[in-house]
């Protein structure tokens, strides 16, 4: 689910080949990190780390492979003199080809960023009254982004394509200075989209603004 998850964020129409991966990098954790460079997602697997190291795998087959496979444990071994990860499961075994780590965009450092509460829920209803609002007119690029606009124990969301105007609102938990800052409707509907299936009420988004 983790690898799924990271695969949204992949792009399907650059013509940069390492933008359809997905970075895997096995440190203190197992990190997953995929990005069209307008959207970036980062999530984190358990899992035992016999040795340190990163690769960059094809999300698609990736995610084709592991879906392919039992619900058992999975082994995953880096090898980067045949530029290819093994990966084997019980009585199955793929061999895939891999990107270089090195070729991989580096994600921008959030600093002096705040922190905003906000349950996951509220933020799916924000983002589904307004979304269909934004424009498809590149020339505009601006009015292809959705408008996140936080004050006091407010959060609204603004979106228009200059035809139509739709707005959202909802209290928050506490009090924050006022931030403006404007999305891309891909980023709102993935993170909407993030709910735990298993648990629908078990986590709260942090939004960093």
């Known amino acids: 689910e983790k690898v799924h998850i990271a695969s949204r964020a992949i792009s399907t129409k650059s013509v940069l080949p390492i933008l359809s991966g997905i970075k895997i990098t096995a440190a203190k954790t197992i990190s997953l990190i995929a990005t069209d460079l307008e959207m970036s997602i980062i999530t984190q697997v358990n899992g035992d780390i016999v040795e340190t190291g990163e690769t960059v795998a094809p999300a698609r087959l990736l995610v084709d492979i592991l879906k392919s496979l039992p ?44 922190t905003v509460a906000l349950k996951l829920s509220t933020f799916s209803h924000l983002a589904r009254q307004v979304v269909r609002a934004a424009s498809t007119d590149e020339a505009r690029a601006v009015l292809t982004g959705i408008l996140l606009h936080f004050q006091d124990k407010k959060i609204k969301m603004v979106d228009t394509d200059s035809y139509r105007l739709a707005v959202s609102k909802a209290n928050l938990a506490s009090e924050v200075s006022e931030e403006e800052v404007i999305i891309t409707p891909k980023a709102i509907t993935e993170v909407s989209r993030m709910q735990p299936r298993e648990n629908p009420k078990a986590r709260e988004p942090l939004l960093r603004v």
């Open 71 to 114: 619900g058992a444990a999975v082994v995953v071994k880096v090898m980067p003199e045949q530029g290819s990860v093994n990966i084997t499961c019980q009585n199955a075994e793929f061999d895939i080809r891999v990107l270089s780590p090195a070729d991989f965009p580096e994600l921008p450092q959030i600093t002096g960023a705040r």
